[in-house]
């Protein structure tokens, strides 16, 4: 029960909810303060066909406007009862005659949230991802291509442009077999398609080793203040001309600032969380060190603990 004001009782009384007639009541004389009231909570009742299916919604997807109708297509499901294949059927064969000019793009779709939510991936993301595949598509120029790597190369350009980059690793562990070679192609495809369409450069975002940072230390389960410490390097880094790929900076100070905690990590927990070869770690290492002094900063570790990480 909660408080409102009753005008009868001319005083704030106590009010029950009649849930099965939407009706706000007093209390105290009964009267209808609120009637046929709107349940925004969350629905529990199955109105599922097939009785195995406890889904409560009874409602279609959200409108799509990369869809030729909008997502607002009608589907004939197999009613209960039913024995034997359904598409033979008269409503199974007007089912499978009407060709959907949007099933391969439905498809698509699918798979790129498939791949967006295996990452952790925002909406924002995901629509993007799509509505780059849909220009693609629309060109007609991706037939005989690989599928899987179309697909993962639109999520890669997707994430670099909302400012959310992922490495080529990260994506082609979702791409479903797609390999990095392939996908690099594809991305270089799509861009190639996209500037020729729009008649000037494709905005990508830049990419900085700040962006994989925080995801690459909670990977190794690193404390608050070397991830700190770390990001902190990271920043300083920046202004130093050191010419590795942001990755491998980000790698490198994670493997220097893990070396001057109590938590030290072998560099081949490194390489697996960063995806960079240990080899590349070490050269970038090896290009950091003699500025560990300026970008390591001084609350995190003292001078003499900085002259006695290991030479590279």
């Known amino acids: 029960m909660a408080d409102t004001y009753c005008p009868d009782c001319k005083k704030t009384t ?5 849930h099965s007639a939407g009706d ?19 629905e529990w009742r199955t109105f599922a066909n097939e009785s195995g299916d406890n889904d409560p919604v009874r409602v279609g997807g959200p409108t799509n406007p990369l869809l030729a109708d909008g ?23 007007w089912q499978n005659r009407g ?25 924002t993301i995901k629509d993007r991802a799509s509505e780059i595949y849909k220009k693609v598509e629309d060109q007609k120029s991706i037939r005989g291509r690989n599928q899987d ?11 670099r442009q909302e400012d959310k980059p992922r490495t080529v690793k990260e994506i082609c562990s979702v791409a479903n077999g797609a390999t990095k070679k392939e996908i690099g192609r594809a991305k270089e495809y799509i861009v190639k398609q996209l500037e020729g369409e729009m008649g000037q450069p494709m905005e990508m975002g830049t990419i900085h080793a700040g962006d994989f940072l925080r995801r690459f230390c909670s990977h190794l389960g690193m404390t608050n203040q070397a991830v700190k410490a770390a990001q902190e390097a990271v920043q300083k880094s920046e202004e130093l001309d050191i010419r590795r790929s ?6 490198a100070v994670i493997y220097m600032i893990t070396q001057l905690s109590d938590d030290k990590k ?11 070869a240990e080899g590349t770690i070490r050269n970038s290492y090896k290009d950091l060190y003699p500025y560990a ?4 900063p001084s609350s995190f570790a003292k001078e003499e603990d900085i002259r006695q990480l290991c030479a590279p």
């Not at 997502?71 to 409503?91: A, E, H, R, W, Y």
């Open 266 to 276: 072998p560099l081949k927990d490194i390489s697996l969380a960063t995806g960079v």
């Open 24 to 42: 706000t009541v007093c209390f105290e004389c009964g009267l209808v303060l609120e009637a046929h009231s709107i349940d925004e909570t969350s």
């Open 71 to 93: 997502g607002l297509s009608t589907i004939i499901s197999k009613p209960n009862g039913v024995q034997g294949d359904f598409l033979s059927s008269s409503l199974g064969r």
């Open 246 to 251: 942001p990755i491998s900076v980000a790698a």
């Open 149 to 159: 790597a179309i697909l993962a190369a639109c999520l890669y350009i997707a994430c």
């Open 99 to 123: 060709s959907n000019p949007d099933r391969s793009l439905i498809q698509a779709f699918k798979t790129i949230a498939t791949m967006s939510d295996r990452l952790g991936l925002v909406a």
């Open 14 to 18: 106590e009010v029950v909810f009649d």
């Open 293 to 296: 002094a300026n970008i390591i």
